[in-house]
């Protein structure tokens, strides 16, 4: 029996290196030159759009949250055009990492099951990826906050 099972792990090791030998290389450089690149012109069209903000009279902190729901807002149309799938696909973790890629996140399922209805379809399936993170960061949130608030009084 114990030969049996040396025996599966050595064809099972034997395969594994047969398909790492032919599996072709990821272009782990040039992956991470296009998503710099692709999450660096997210970032500048935000930034510009603080920018504009700021022109219109508002402080950089006042800036912030007005740029944040226009930035959610490009992505989930972008999202909702099937331009940001494009994106990704191109520029991996810098299309999704930015906050237009937590937008895509929540409208890709919703779109995905419309069909179903605006509440059984749209509804239940517009925070199947983003619910946990959501749900995390709360959680995360709290006990930090908590934290401090026992360390040091402060809220």
Do not use: H
């Given at each position: 029996?114990?030969?049996?099972?040396?025996?599966?792990?050595?064809?099972?090791?034997?395969?594994?290196n047969m398909?790492?030998?032919?599996?072709?290389?990821?272009?782990?450089?040039?992956?991470?030159?296009?998503?710099?690149?692709?999450?660096?012109?997210?970032?500048?069209?935000?930034?510009?759009?603080?920018?504009?903000?700021?022109?219109?009279?508002?402080?950089a902190k006042?800036?912030?949250?007005?740029?944040?729901?226009?930035?959610?807002?490009?992505?989930?149309?972008?999202?909702?055009?099937?331009?940001?799938?494009?994106?990704?696909?191109?520029?991996?973790?810098?299309?999704?990492?930015?906050?237009?890629?937590?937008?895509?996140?929540?409208?890709?399922?919703?779109?995905?099951?419309?069909?179903?209805?605006?509440?059984?379809?749209?509804?239940?399936?517009?925070?199947?990826?983003?619910?946990?993170?959501?749900?995390?960061?709360?959680?995360?949130?709290?006990?930090?906050?908590?934290?401090?608030?026992?360390?040091?009084?402060?809220?």
């Amino acid at each position: 029996m114990a030969n049996q099972a040396r025996q599966l792990s050595q064809e099972m090791q034997d395969y594994q290196n047969m398909a790492s030998q032919i599996r072709p290389k990821k272009p782990m450089l040039k992956n991470a030159i296009t998503a710099f690149f692709v999450g660096g012109l997210i970032c500048e069209v935000g930034q510009g759009i603080q920018w504009f903000f700021m022109q219109q009279g508002m402080s950089a902190k006042e800036a912030t949250s007005p740029t944040t729901v226009v930035m959610i807002g490009l992505g989930a149309l972008l999202t909702g055009l099937g331009w940001y799938d494009r994106i990704v696909k191109r520029g991996g973790m810098g299309g999704s990492l930015p906050i237009t890629g937590f937008a895509n996140a929540m409208v890709a399922p919703a779109m995905e099951y419309r069909t179903e209805g605006l509440v059984l379809g749209v509804g239940a399936k517009l925070f199947t990826v983003a619910g946990p993170v959501l749900t995390y960061g709360l959680a995360a949130a709290f006990v930090v906050g908590l934290i401090r608030y026992l360390l040091t009084g402060v809220a």
